[in-house]
């Protein structure tokens, strides 16, 4: 009798947990490893659109051939890019072209238990001279 009890506690514990609203604030996005019914992270926006950068002035009279820039941010429930932050730079006038680009991409956004939500992203500028 006292199994029978232990498998039904654990089972109304398990369910409540799972059944938690998502927080309210931005989520990280999951790993490949963590199924997101379990942990609190949210599938992933999807690129819809996102045209490259264009090459600075200034990285051309440098001669820089190659740079990256990495960017976090939020993509929103809406699709769009929000509250950009440079993780790292390249100067040249190249962070900020990065930027501009970004604002432009448009996502499918991320998901939370079948809900859409907000979720930080780092992607990797590259810009490439030839």
């Known amino acids: 009798m ?16 799972f059944a938690q609203e998502p927080p309210k604030d931005t989520m990280r996005a999951c790993r490949a490893w963590e199924p997101p019914d379990i942990t609190d992270c949210a599938i992933a926006p ?15 009279k ?19 890019v929000h509250n950009i932050q440079v993780e790292h730079g390249a100067g040249y006038g190249l962070d900020e072209n990065a ?14 238990r079948g809900r859409l939500v907000p979720v930080m992203v780092k992607v990797v500028v590259n810009f490439k001279l030839y």
């Open 46 to 60: 999807k690129v819809m659109y996102d045209p490259n950068p264009k090459y600075s002035k200034e990285a051309r």
């Open 99 to 112: 930027i501009e680009t970004v604002k432009t991409w448009k996502f499918a956004p991320g998901t939370y």
């Open 2 to 17: 006292k199994t029978g009890l232990i498998i039904c506690v654990f089972f109304l514990t398990s369910v409540l947990l």
């Open 62 to 80: 440098k001669k820089i051939k190659d740079a990256s820039v990495i960017l976090g941010f939020v993509v929103g429930v809406d699709g769009f």
